[in-house]
């Protein structure tokens, strides 16, 4: 029986600990109800740089890559279901940027450009530039396989750094949380176990990757030239996580009229 990949490469340990991508001080400070408004504003601002700019990108260029005309009809049909799987990447991207921009006018969170002319804008962090960069150099030199990989381990860190954070204020009375709780509980529903859509979509890349990667793996072990690429993807997946994660106070002075 063949080996699936994507659980082997949850148990594996990486340079950068998963935990700090996963449990890094943002979100131990957003499950606490300890997380400043202007951070959490600061934070959105960065990931609605990766969401509307970077990963229609990121996707568009794996889209390009599918061998939907091949004449072998196994990867034909591969080729389709990846296709449909990449086109429900961008209508969730569509539906997360308006999920950002609702979540900023009701909780009053200044993401920038949301109401025009309003407000002071986010300078972009050196970590966001360096994640929306390494996913360009992904999508556009690497095959789709490794596309996909990256595009999984990303949606996999979300998922657990936000469950953490929902599983703490799941348990938090409406009367404990003032706007950024309240946006907190909103954000990290979304993107959590809890969201029974969230965890189908997730759970859908990584059948897709362990699909590709099939071919890899054995019943005696496997590829180590291929497990070495494919884990080091996965760190520096994990590597871009943790730095995403704003610091304490550094919203401070990050913003232009």
């Known amino acids: 029986m063949a080996c699936r990949l994507t659980p082997y ?10 935990d700090a991508a996963i449990s890094h001080q943002f979100l ?7 997380l400043p408004h ?19 990108r990121f996707i568009a260029f794996l889209i390009t890559k599918i061998p ?26 569509v539906r997360e940027v308006n999920f950002f921009e609702d979540t900023a006018r009701k909780y009053d969170l200044n993401i920038g450009g949301v109401s025009p002319g309003e407000g002071q804008v986010w300078l972009e962090r050196k970590a966001t530039r360096d994640y929306t960069a390494e996913m360009a150099h992904i999508a556009s030199l690497g095959s789709l396989e ?24 799941a348990t938090k009375s409406d009367l404990d949380l003032d706007k950024t ?9 979304s993107w959590s176990s809890a969201n029974p859509d969230f965890v189908k979509f997730v759970d859908g890349i990584g059948t897709l990757v362990d699909e ?17 690429r494919i884990c080091q993807t996965c760190a520096r997946v994990v590597e871009l996580e943790a730095e995403f994660w704003p610091e304490a106070k550094e919203e401070e002075g990050m913003t232009v009229t």
């Open 9 to 18: 490469l949850v148990s594996q340990d990486t340079p950068v600990p998963y």
């Open 28 to 34: 131990r400070d957003a499950a606490n109800l300890n």
């Open 38 to 56: 202007d951070r959490l504003a600061f934070w959105l601002a960065q990931d609605r740089i990766y969401a509307g700019q970077a990963y229609p």
């Open 68 to 93: 939907l005309d091949s004449t072998d009809e196994k990867t034909r049909d591969r080729s389709r279901r990846t296709l449909q799987v990449l086109v429900g990447c961008l209508d969730n991207i």
């Open 146 to 169: 490794d596309g996909l990989l990256f595009l999984w381990a990303m949606e996999k860190v979300y998922l657990d750094a936000w469950t953490n954070v929902y599983s703490a204020l």
């Open 181 to 189: 709780g309240k946006a907190l509980h909103d954000l990290s529903y």
């Open 212 to 228: 590709y990667f099939t071919p890899v793996l054995d019943s005696n072990g496997r590829s180590k030239l291929v497990i070495d």
